[in-house]
Nanobody, 116 residues
Framework: QVQLVESGGGWVQPGGSLRLSCAASGSFFIINTMTWYRQAPGKQRELVADITTTRGTTVKGRFTVSRDNAKNTAYLQINSLEPDDTAVYYC??????????????WGQGTQVIVSS
């Protein structure tokens, strides 16, 4: 069984920055792609950015995804936060285990509120 736990969310003023973390734990063989999604109130969940095993950092505008394979943790750095960034941010990981093969797992989400 694999567990993903996000952390680092909270309230921040427009223009500020946050770094979210997604820590994976459990019995697994290898973590493949780790992906950040977000879901704003009343909207569908949308992809933010992802990162593969071999890539150290992915940058998409104000969003930077990185990972520390030794800690089985992915990070999402968000700069110049805007009110439209208000959402619950979810981590998804594609994980291979010898018993289940490759499967996707989700964390419980962490709330980000951008407001003055």
């Amino acid at each position: 069984q694999v567990q993903l736990v996000e952390s680092g969310g909270g309230w921040v003023q427009p223009g500020g920055s946050l770094r979210l973390s997604c820590a994976a734990s459990g019995s697994f063989f290898i973590i493949n792609t780790m992906t950040w999604y977000r879901q704003a109130p009343g909207k569908q969940r949308e992809l933010v950015a992802d990162i593969t095993t071999t890539r150290g950092t992915t940058v998409k505008g104000r969003f930077t995804v990185s990972r520390d394979n030794a800690k089985n943790t992915a990070y999402l750095q968000i700069n110049s936060l805007e009110p439209d960034d208000t959402a619950v941010y979810y981590c998804n990981a594609n994980v291979y285990t010898q018993t289940t093969g490759s499967r996707d797992y989700w964390g419980q989400g962490t709330q980000v509120i951008v407001s003055s």
